[in-house]
């Protein structure tokens, strides 16, 4: 399977509103981890860390992840504040 990696080249939006929507619905990382894994999807604690800290890029497929299990919208992930 291609995996997709995404930069994110306007000051790290995408790893900052992950953080923002995870916290807004009381959920930390170690249980976003462990909903992404249940759904097949590849991706560590450390891995979230570095995400959300703009140090690693994101794979669609974790993107993808995040998005349903966070019950968001791309637009809202992507979004610049």
């Keep these: 399977m291609l995996q ?7 000051g790290n939006t995408i790893g900052q509103n992950i953080r923002r929507i995870r916290k807004s619905q009381n959920m930390g990382q170690t ?8 759904l097949d999807i590849d ?8 995400i959300e800290r703009g140090i690693q890029h994101i794979q669609l497929s974790q993107l993808k992840g995040i998005r ?11 979004e610049e504040h």
Excluded: G, M, S
């Design 68 to 78: 349903d299990v966070l019950q968001t919208t791309y637009d809202e992930l992507l």
């Design 31 to 38: 249980a976003l981890v462990r909903n992404l894994q249940l």
């Design 4 to 10: 997709v990696k995404i930069k994110d080249d306007t």
């Design 43 to 50: 991706i560590t604690r450390e891995a979230l860390v570095k």
